[in-house]
């Protein structure tokens, strides 16, 4: 016989466990529901792509692609890659099935599993998952930009979360953008020695990345830099104004960050990020931006678009830090039942009480009363309801709240009929 051997989750992976499934069902479900009275339709992503995907809509010289992809070779020899991040295979899709051809904004959600191989650490996996909205059409409006987070606050709102902040910046376009990166790695240049090794390297690659830098020892160096709203073009001037303009028509609190670039190539213009406490180092919650031009990167028609995605298991440790929540997925009734004639005559209770959709726990095996209230009492049970050969024989169960210990004699319509009172107070 084969030796025995216990298996680990892989490192940067997880299990997540009821009761917490339930607060990430609720999350979901709120999503569902927010997003669709902002008329967004759920599309259903396939996990891999191939790796060209990535590399041209997120880029080559991106942290996510140039090193934290998990990629690999088919058996036909195409690289496949599990998605990073499902902006690229939204803008996919959108081509594939020519939805350019339909009416108005193409307005999608979608919410699943996303795979960066990043050194682990709290609110950083290497599996995480992310609710992201994507509109894609011809318009470039500001009220658009301000729409979509308007629908993210909204969620948020809705979720009861505390303490949130919104950030937005605008990183300008294909004409005023290049002249301002160049700009700055000059700047960069006459620093570099103040600077960290990733930030050094970055002045030749992705000079927009250091301004990310975290790093104690280059704020004040960075806060000294050229700031990309100083150097947008009219174009982009007049429509991150109007970008704001529209927030403050519909009361949402932001902050302008000029430092907020964001780590993947596709963004142009507004991007946003919202951060929540009680997170420590890893506090976006969400990011997001336009990206008008990606559809045609990747040989659509020319398309404007814009979208975010949240980071579902920093908004689940977020809402655990901020307020205890009650998520449901409590045990409503403990059918303590006590006999062999007890077994059938409890069933048919069990049955009748989950159709009315109580959460009911039926023990198996018979067990003595003492036995079954304290198990009951250990699933936190809100009741207990006692069903031994004296009800059976008087038609009248005894219901007791496990609170306090207080019983009634009911007939099975009176229990339930209390049972449904109750959860409608
Ligand atoms: P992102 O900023 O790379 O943007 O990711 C969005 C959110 O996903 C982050 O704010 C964070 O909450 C969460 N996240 C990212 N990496 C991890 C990780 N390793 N562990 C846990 N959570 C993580 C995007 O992915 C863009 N596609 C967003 C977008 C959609 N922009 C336009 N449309």
Redesign the pocket.
């Known amino acids: 016989m084969a030796e025995k051997r216990q298996f680990r989750a892989i490192k ?1 992976v997880r299990d997540i466990l009821p009761p917490e499934t339930a607060l990430w069902n609720r999350v979901e479900q709120t999503a569902r529901d927010v997003f669709a009275t902002y008329g967004y339709g759920e599309i259903r992503l396939p996990v891999f792509e191939q790796t060209e995907l990535f590399a041209r809509s ?1 880029g080559a010289d991106t942290d ?1 692609v140039s090193r ?1 992809m998990y990629s690999f070779q088919d058996r036909d020899d195409t690289s496949v890659t599990l998605r ?5 295979s ?1 803008v996919r899709a959108y081509i594939e099935h020519g939805m350019h051809t339909l009416p108005g904004d193409v307005k999608l959600y979608y919410m699943g599993p ?1 795979f ?1 191989r ?1 050194r ?1 650490q709290k ?4 599996q ?3 609710i ?3 509109v894609l059409g011809q318009s470039e409006h500001p009220a658009i930009d301000a729409e979509v987070v308007e629908m993210l606050v909204v969620f948020l709102g809705r979720l009861g979360l505390e303490g949130a902040s919104l950030y937005i910046n605008s990183i300008g376009c294909k004409d005023c953008r290049p002249a301002y990166v160049e700009r700055l790695r000059e700047e960069l240049r006459k620093v570099k020695a103040k600077l960290g090794p990733d930030s050094q390297r970055r002045i030749e690659t992705n000079p927009l990345r250091v301004l990310d830098s975290k790093l104690e020892e280059e704020q004040e160096v960075i806060e000294r830099l050229p700031r990309i709203t100083d150097h947008l073009c009219a174009a982009c001037r007049e429509h991150f104004s109007a970008v704001q303009d529209q927030l403050k028509l519909r009361g949402i609190a932001y902050e302008v960050n000029w430092r907020l670039v ?3 190539d ?2 142009m213009r507004t991007t946003f ?2 951060t929540a406490p009680g997170l420590g180092a ?1 506090n ?8 008008d031009g990606l559809v045609e990167l990747l040989g659509g028609p020319p398309t404007k ?11 689940v440790l977020a809402l655990q830090a901020t307020k205890k929540l009650d998520v449901g997925g409590q045990l409503d009734v403990f059918i303590a039942w006590i006999g062999v004639r007890g077994y059938p005559a409890a069933g048919q209770l069990a049955r009748r009480l989950r159709a009315e959709n109580f959460s009911v726990e039926l023990p198996a095996e018979d067990m003595k009363l003492k036995k079954s209230l304290g198990l009951a009492d250990k699933l936190g049970a809100r009741y207990a309801v006692l069903l031994g050969e004296n009800e059976l024989a008087s038609g009248q169960l005894i219901l007791r709240r496990l609170a306090d210990g207080e019983q009634k004699a009911l007939s099975e319509s009176e229990l339930l009929a209390s049972l449904k009172s109750e959860r409608r107070a």
């Open positions: 940067g997120v996510i934290e990073p991040e499902a902006t690229a939204v996303m960066r990043e682990p609110g950083r996996y290497r995480f998952y992310q992201g909205a994507e964001r780590g993947l596709y963004y990020e919202i890893q976006a919650i969400c990011g997001g931006g336009r990206y678009g814009i979208g975010f995605a949240i980071g579902t298991d920093r908004l």
